[in-house]
């Protein structure tokens, strides 16, 4: 009903959210469906639970220490560069683990080694996306915008591990698997491609790790000095930490 696209779904009214929005998705499916056959594949290999936990822990740690320098980047260069440059090394990456299953040549570090540039690639993204979202809409939808792009989040947990089930249903190949997650990442690389919004953010510029340092330790200090962002990161480290991870 037009009443009902007219008031939840407004920002998909937009053609430049619809871009951002439907990229993210295949990205994000494609990041939990490498999760799930990460570790479906190590345990194969190896025969050790550990090593699941190994490796999603290499694919998930990037994000405490990329993500600050993740955010300066998209706040000081073009952030449909910044994507554009996660969603190839995230293709790289995953057409390279779908040749090393497809010729049986895989190895446990391999998966490993992958798995921490998957995740330095990712919190790359989700900065850069995060921070280009509100480009795409005017400023009266932007909380729309905001839960449209939550779906993305959520429910990519159960369209990545879906898709998954669907190509092992039908082709009973695992290493067709890597290259569905592969194909999902090029997709959404060949949108990102079309996003014609150019967005930066208000930093201070120049170069040297001095220069990063400050504005990082800038973006920290008005974390910790703001009640109401630092109880939200509070919340969020509280979920992440104490249910993401079962």
Not at 24 to 42: C, D, E, K, N, P
Not at 167 to 186: G, I, N, Q, S
Request: charged letters at 10%; a positive charge; glycine letters at 6%.
């Amino acid at each position: 009903p037009r009443k009902f696209t007219s008031r939840f779904l407004a920002s998909f009214h937009y053609p430049e959210y619809r871009k951002l929005w439907s990229a993210t998705m295949l990205a994000h499916s494609s990041a939990w469906a490498l999760i799930v056959a990460r570790g479906a594949l190590v345990l194969h290999l190896t025969g050790s639970a550990s090593w699941i936990g190994f490796v999603t822990f290499a694919a998930m740690i990037p994000s405490v220490f990329i993500s600050p320098f993740a955010g300066y980047l998209a706040d000081r260069f073009d952030r449909r560069t910044v994507l554009t440059y996660a969603y190839v090394l995230n293709l790289t990456t995953s057409v390279l683990l779908a040749i090393l299953v497809a010729t049986d040549t895989v190895q446990p570090w391999h998966i490993l080694l992958l798995s921490i540039v998957n995740g330095c690639a990712r919190s790359t993204q989700i900065p850069a996306t995060q921070a280009l979202l509100p480009n795409t809409v005017p400023s009266q939808r932007i909380v729309n915008a905001v839960a449209l792009y939550q779906v993305t989040q959520n429910g990519a947990r159960f369209l990545g591990p879906l898709l998954i089930l669907v190509v092992l249903v039908v082709t009973e190949r695992e290493d067709w698997v890597f290259f569905l997650c592969a194909t999902l990442y090029a997709v959404g690389l060949v949108i990102t491609l079309n996003i014609r919004t150019v967005s930066t953010g208000v930093v201070e510029t120049g170069a040297g790790l001095r220069v990063i340092g400050r504005n990082i330790l800038a973006g920290l200090r008005h974390m910790y000095t703001e009640p109401l962002v630092l109880s939200i990161i509070l919340l969020v480290v509280a979920h992440c930490g104490m249910t993401m991870s079962f």
